[in-house]
């Protein structure tokens, strides 16, 4: 079965950091591109992050860039999402997504890692 | 950054009625645009990827058109089980961003 787990998600202080996983099983997660997706609680969703195969293509939106940082271990099938410098405007629900080679479509989604940004 | 409007934000509907979601982008996507579905307290589903390629297990009461820089989700026939929130993606420049969501509702 085709499995993508977070976690490392928490409550933190504004300027803090975390490391997110997402533990990834079923497929073959080495010849995939992955991103990281938020959602704030009752709102809509919004892309964050993407990492190519090989860890040689990065992008970021630019509410994150120069604070989060994507990972990945292929040997380990694990996707990272680290968090720094973190705004209360941070809080979500955060997603890892598998991504279609030919679309960049988002076809599988884990259920998500909450983190909630406050004092 | 390409902004994607979806019309409209919430829509009622009954078993048995053909339901129309709309998207537009600022600017031309090609056919990099699709659909999500999302049930309360569930991940996001892709439905439709490239405009009109229904996923894997999808029902065909699903489909994906375009006309320019307008996109459409349908479903031909509601469900109970498609009372949901949909959200169309462009996918064709970064940052991919997501419309702001239609809730179809009973």
């Known amino acids: 079965e085709v499995q993508l787990v977070e976690s490392g998600g928490a409550l933190v202080q504004p300027g803090g950091s975390l490391r997110l996983t997402c533990a990834v099983s079923g497929f073959t997660f080495s010849i995939y591109e992955m991103n990281w997706v938020r959602q704030v609680p009752g709102k809509g969703l919004e892309w964050l992050s993407y990492i190519n195969s090989g860890s040689t293509t990065i992008y970021y939106a630019d509410s994150v860039k120069g604070r989060f940082t994507i990972s990945r271990d292929n040997a380990k099938n694990a996707l990272y999402l680290q968090l720094h410098s973190l705004r209360v405007d941070d809080t979500g629900l955060y997603y890892c997504?598998?991504?279609?080679?030919?679309?960049?479509?988002?076809?599988?989604w884990g259920q998500g890692t909450m983190v909630t940004v406050s004092s | 950054d390409i902004q994607m409007t979806q019309s409209p934000s919430s829509v009622s509907a009954s078993v048995g009625d053909r339901v129309t979601i709309t998207c537009r982008a600022s600017q031309t996507v090609t056919i990099y645009l699709n659909w999500y579905q999302q049930k309360p307290g569930r991940a996001p589903k892709l439905l439709v990827s490239?405009?009109?390629t229904l996923q894997s297990g999808v029902p065909s009461r699903f489909s994906g058109s375009r006309s320019e820089t307008d996109f459409t989700l349908t479903i031909s026939s509601l469900q109970p089980e498609d009372f949901a929130t949909y959200y169309c993606?462009?996918?064709?420049?970064?940052?991919?961003?997501f419309g702001q969501g239609t809730k179809v509702e009973i």
């Open positions: 997504a598998r991504g279609i080679r030919d679309s960049d479509a988002f076809d599988v």
């Open positions: 490239a405009t009109s």
């Open positions: 993606q462009q996918s064709y420049s970064t940052p991919w961003t």
